[in-house]
């Protein structure tokens, strides 16, 4: 496999990650409820505010990931284990959830004055499943190159969520709230996959980690 290979793997391996996860399309609806009563202007404003902050977030913890990991005491498998338990934890959630209703479940929401770095940026599109999968990519960057190219695959993301709400009025009207509820569970299925395979990848870092086979070595030795 040739480094360009690899490079385009990193870019559409993180859009593959990021977009089930943070699924624009089942956001549509939250996103009307909670800007109900802005202007176009305003609520175009607050999206592409909201998009700025979640690729700052996820960019911050992709390069902090390492200082993070090192300040902890964290091992790679570890944090693979631990992010594929949380993402198919949420994934769980989404594909065996009753049907929602976007107006009751932000109401609270509404009442914020600016929205676009809470709750939009966060928890919406940079919550706790999406910082586990950006910090889990960081064993898969090679140098900058691998870590330019997770970044701009967040930044494709950024502008998928921003096209997609800004056009989240027709989209719902289209698609409907049934079709939204079966998109999240669609998308939670895909999640619990995604979720799964992090934990195999874990098991099976630790499994083939040389410390860990000398140590089992040295145990039958004994």
């Keep these: 496999m040739t480094s360009s290979d690899s490079f385009w793997e990193l870019i559409l391996g993180t859009i593959i990650a990021l977009v089930p996860l943070i699924n624009p399309l089942a956001a549509a609806p939250t996103f009307l409820a909670i800007t109900e009563g802005d202007t176009p202007a305003r609520r175009n404003q607050q999206l592409l505010m909201a998009c700025i902050y979640m690729v700052m977030i996820l960019v911050g913890f992709l390069v902090g990931g390492s200082f993070i990991m090192s300040f902890f005491g964290l091992s790679m498998p570890g944090l693979r284990i631990a992010g594929g338990l949380l993402v198919a934890s949420i994934g769980s959630s989404m594909l065996f959830a009753a049907p929602s209703n976007p107006e009751d479940e932000h109401a609270a929401a509404k009442t914020k004055r600016d929205i676009a ?106």
């Design 117 to 222: 770095f809470s709750p939009l940026a966060m928890p919406m599109l940079a919550g706790p499943g999406a910082i586990a999968v950006t910090l889990g990519f960081t064993s898969l960057a090679r140098g900058p190159v691998g870590y330019l190219a997770i970044i701009i695959g967040i930044l494709i993301v950024a502008l998928m969520i921003y096209v997609t709400l800004r056009l989240s009025s027709k989209i719902v009207l289209v698609i409907g709230q049934t079709g939204m509820n079966a998109l999240t569970k669609i998308m939670g299925f895909l999640l619990l996959c995604i979720g799964v395979q992090f934990v195999v990848n874990g098991v099976l870092g630790i499994a083939t980690d040389p410390a860990v086979l000398q140590r089992i070595r040295d145990a039958f030795a004994s």
